[in-house]
């Protein structure tokens, strides 16, 4: 396989729903992540994509599915193993040495976590890919998108969209069963004839002895329409981990393209669009994404078993620890 | 040609926690490149079995060990600082029928292995990071031009670089300058007779040469202040 050195691909991606990726709560509304921009000699704070968010969403966690889904792992994982493949996993053993092998052997069985690294029981293996913020298409941002951009394309003269006027507020109502006209007849109040206009007043609450749950709950979003210029870096990679970064993205989007929270009331949707990829192979060779995705498939197939394998010796399930010491144990192999 | 330089980074996306020393980000590349394995030093690695690789800064024996003409890096003023939070959790709703049946069980998110984390990070808006080095600049420059990310959390977007540029400066400023008369320090040096009429410093412990997370070079140390 021949290796590709350094390989940038840009993204502009456009919010086709209210995009609300929050970085905490002021008060009782929840308030967009935002990091600090110099502009016109002061600092403003601008919405951001925070690239965590886009790391885990478009890569790790379709990337992964896919993986497990592929090796049958549904139903038949460890935590441990789960934690490794969803999150990166974590240290949870003290080790005074590498396992070199076994740091080789997961990066050639799987393309996807030598580009993303993660963490073994007792050892952290690092990646190959950078994965850029997403910049928002305002004109606080001017003097780093322009920066961004590849080449050939440029920002318009005239002045872009100031980043509030993309930010707009939400609000819902998290209804309460015992309000809903006609939840009466349901709820167990002995020999008390209940109206509608009892209900409403409160009449069943005051019976019931419990106050009304029903809960406004709001927050600022960024407005459909708004557009981020992001992107991903990678270096020294192989063409199967280019693979990778394609397949996990076209699986995202397949699985409905979103990024930030309440995705299940439509939020968070957008569409990605690729505008620039910079990238030759180690012999000057221009490199096919689609090429790259079919050899990154054929590999997770044909080194199914291995990988299954390596997981499974990578953690093990705690039960099978046990049974092992006690196969020892009976083999007299325990010392 | 070995001279003086300003080597100023400018970066596009905010800087996380501190930015690294050149010598050990040259150091890495060039070790890379000559496809020398980074990752098979580890801290119990005793440091003469070690070989590193040339890199091209002007360096002097202090206290005996090999001291690259690099200054600290300097950063001016932040625009903002602030504190960003990065989270990290199982996701238990989607893990749970992914899990073996006997793995169904009460998970610890509090502590452990399976903690859900919101790490808080420094985050500083600063446009340049600024080194003085005596070195060639050529080298350097192929070096340079491939180390797209400095400091922390550079695998999620942050300490972007655009550029490195270099200005060349009359005097070394890369371990001492003097300024009104007396040596200021520019650079972590042992603490010993280097540190002797200089003033602008601290003493602390750790490492003044590179790799500065082997145990093996932990001292005393000056740093600058």
């Known amino acids: ?335 | 040609m070995i001279k003086n330089w300003q080597l100023t980074a400018y970066l596009l996306s905010p800087l996380a926690g501190d930015p690294p020393r050149l010598d050990a980000v040259l150091m890495r590349e060039l070790a890379q490149r000559m496809g020398m394995s980074t990752s098979k030093i580890t801290r119990d690695t005793p440091l003469s079995e070690v070989m590193f690789p040339p890199i091209p800064l002007v360096f002097d024996d202090i206290d005996g060990r090999r001291i690259y003409h690099c200054s600290d890096p300097i950063l001016p003023t932040p625009r903002q600082e602030w504190v960003d939070y990065h989270a990290k959790r199982l996701e238990s709703d989607k893990a749970a029928l992914l899990l073996r049946e006997d793995q169904r069980k009460k998970l610890l998110v509090a502590s452990g292995p399976y903690k859900m984390r919101r790490a808080p990070a420094r985050i500083r808006l600063v446009n340049v990071v600024v080194y003085f080095v005596r070195g060639d600049r050529k080298e350097i420059n192929k070096l340079t031009k491939k180390i797209r990310f400095l400091g922390k959390h550079t695998n999620i977007g942050y300490g972007m670089v655009e550029r490195w540029e270099f200005f060349e400066t009359e005097e070394d400023l890369s371990i001492y300058a003097v300024r009104t008369g007396k040596r200021v320090l520019m650079k972590t040096l042992p603490a010993g007779e280097c540190l002797r009429d200089v003033c602008g410093y601290r003493l602390s412990y750790g490492a003044a040469s590179p790799p500065y997370w082997h145990p093996e070079n932990y001292s005393k140390i000056g740093v600058p202040a």
């Open chain 1, 1 to 335: 396989m021949k290796p590709v050195r350094t390989y940038r691909l840009t993204c502009l991606s456009e919010a086709l729903s209210p995009i609300t990726h929050m970085m905490g709560t002021s008060g009782n509304e929840s308030i967009i992540n935002r990091e600090y921009v110099y502009t016109q000699g002061m600092t403003k704070a601008v919405p951001v994509l925070s690239g965590n968010a886009i790391r885990h969403r478009m890569v790790r966690e379709p990337g992964a599915m896919y993986l497990i889904r592929q090796y049958d792992l549904e139903g038949q994982m460890s935590i441990d193993m789960a934690n490794f493949l969803l999150v990166g996993g974590s240290l949870s053993q003290s080790s005074i040495s590498d396992n070199l092998r076994q740091i080789a052997q997961m990066q050639t069985l799987f393309p996807l976590l030598r580009l993303l690294g993660g963490s073994l029981t007792n050892q952290v293996v690092g990646g190959s890919l950078y994965v850029l913020r997403g910049v928002m298409l305002c004109e606080e941002n001017r003097r780093v998108l322009s920066r961004m951009l590849p080449d050939g394309y440029d920002l318009p003269n005239t002045d872009l969209r100031s980043c509030e006027e993309y930010v707009s507020e939400y609000q819902y109502t998290r209804g309460d069963a015992r309000r809903l006209q006609g939840t009466q007849k349901l709820l167990s109040v002995p020999d008390v004839p209940v109206t509608p206009t009892l209900a409403a007043d409160g009449f069943v609450d005051d019976l019931l002895g419990e106050k009304s749950n029903l809960m406004l709950y709001s927050g600022q979003t960024v407005k459909t329409g708004a557009m981020f210029l992001h992107g991903f870096y990678c270096q020294n990679i192989s063409r199967l981990e280019l693979g990778a970064l394609y397949h996990a993205l076209a699986l995202w989007e397949q699985s409905g393209s979103t990024i930030g929270g309440q995705a299940r009331i439509g939020h968070g949707r957008i569409q990605l669009s690729m505008l620039h990829a910079d990238g030759k192979d180690f012999y000057g060779t221009e490199i096919d994404p689609a090429e790259c995705v079919t050899a990154y498939i054929e590999h997770v197939q044909q080194h199914r078993d291995d990988a299954v394998d390596w997981l499974q010796t990578a953690f093990p399930l705690k039960e099978s620890r046990k049974k092992a010491k006690a196969v020892d144990l009976l083999l007299g192999k325990d010392g």
